[in-house]
Structures are given as C-alpha cells and as structure tokens.
C-alpha cells in the first residue's frame, strides 16, 4: 500500500502549506511545470518524487525529467504528463501514449484547474491536480493525495489553498 500525492505547476512554490499536506505521504508525483530544478530538489529532499518537465521548465529540469512518465505503482500503471489535456480533449501525444501504454491513471498538468475524471473510452482514471504553486490566473491553489493497494485506487483527497494566502488546507 502507498499514498501518493500528486501536483502540478508549482511554478517554484514548495512551501509549509504543501509540505504539511503532503507529509503523510509515500512518493510525491508532479506533474510538470515544477519551475527550477531548486524546487524539484527539495521536493525530492522532502519525499521520493518521480516528475516531468513543463512548458516553462528550462534545461536543467529537462535534463532530469523527461516529457512522460510511465511507472507502475502495486499494481496500478500510470502515465504522467504536463500537457496531455482531459478525457475527449487529449493532446494528440497524450493520445498516442494512453492507446500505447493503456495506463489505469493519466496525470496533466497545464491547465490549472483540477480534475479528476473516469474515461470509459480508455478505462483509465484522469487526474489534473491543478495548480499548487502561486504563479497563473488560479485563485485557489491545489493538490491530491490517495491509496493505491494493489490494483485498488481510493481514498482521494483535495487539499486547497487561497493563493495569496498560503494558508494550511
């Protein structure tokens, strides 16, 4: 069994308000546009992280994390992106790689705003955790945690945030 917590577009942010949200967990999954490699570092100082690059992420997050990422977590795979789009609307590369690698979960990022949405057409559950850091047209920052044990995903939780704020969820 693990907890996973999974962000996207912290655009530099890795502040108390996540950390305290993510504590409990066991790998942290982000889903692009993590900023600097700085903040990629303390993230993976704080818990295991496994990533890829977004569009504003230079080239020294580009030299260590590539465009996607396809794992197996217990029993569940998964494929991650920053701009794979949403069940109906994916990008065509996102499409590409889910008809390829047929995952149980498909991470984006990029839009800033979070989804968590079943695909009946690629039997999949869709994640786009929305935006954790304070840089974008957000006004809310978020996160998700959950459990996967085995072939099991449950447990789902959304921390949120005021952006200005960086308050606690």
């Given at each position: 069994?693990?907890?996973?917590g999974v962000?996207?577009?912290?655009?530099?942010?890795?502040?108390?308000?996540?950390?305290?949200?993510?504590?409990?967990?066991?790998e942290?999954?982000?889903?692009?546009?993590?900023?600097?490699?700085?903040?990629?570092?303390?993230?993976?100082?704080?818990?295991?992280?496994?990533?890829?690059?977004?569009?504003?992420?230079?080239?020294?997050?580009?030299?260590?994390?590539?465009?996607?990422?396809?794992?197996?977590c217990?029993?569940?795979?998964?494929?991650m992106?920053?701009?794979?789009?949403?069940?109906?609307?994916?990008?065509?590369?996102?499409?590409?790689?889910?008809?390829?690698?047929?995952?149980?979960?498909?991470?984006?990022?990029?839009?800033?705003?979070?989804?968590v949405?079943y695909?009946k057409?690629?039997?999949?559950?869709?994640i786009?955790?929305?935006?954790?850091?304070?840089?974008?047209?957000?006004?809310?920052?978020?996160?998700i945690?959950?459990?996967?044990?085995?072939?099991?995903?449950?447990?789902?939780?959304?921390?949120?945030?005021?952006?200005?704020?960086?308050?606690?969820?």
């Amino acid at each position: 069994m693990k907890r996973i917590g999974v962000i996207s577009d912290t655009h530099g942010t890795f502040d108390d308000a996540l950390k305290l949200f993510l504590k409990d967990v066991d790998e942290i999954w982000h889903a692009g546009d993590i900023g600097n490699i700085e903040t990629a570092n303390a993230i993976a100082s704080f818990k295991p992280l496994r990533a890829v690059y977004g569009n504003i992420d230079n080239s020294s997050v580009r030299y260590n994390y590539e465009e996607f990422a396809y794992f197996t977590c217990e029993d569940v795979s998964v494929l991650m992106t920053h701009i794979g789009g949403y069940p109906r609307h994916y990008a065509p590369k996102a499409v590409a790689k889910i008809q390829s690698c047929r995952p149980k979960i498909f991470i984006a990022g990029h839009s800033h705003i979070l989804k968590v949405i079943y695909d009946k057409v690629y039997d999949l559950l869709h994640i786009n955790p929305g935006a954790a850091g304070c840089y974008g047209f957000h006004s809310v920052r978020t996160a998700i945690r959950f459990t996967i044990d085995g072939d099991k995903i449950s447990d789902m939780e959304i921390g949120h945030w005021d952006r200005d704020k960086k308050s606690a969820w």
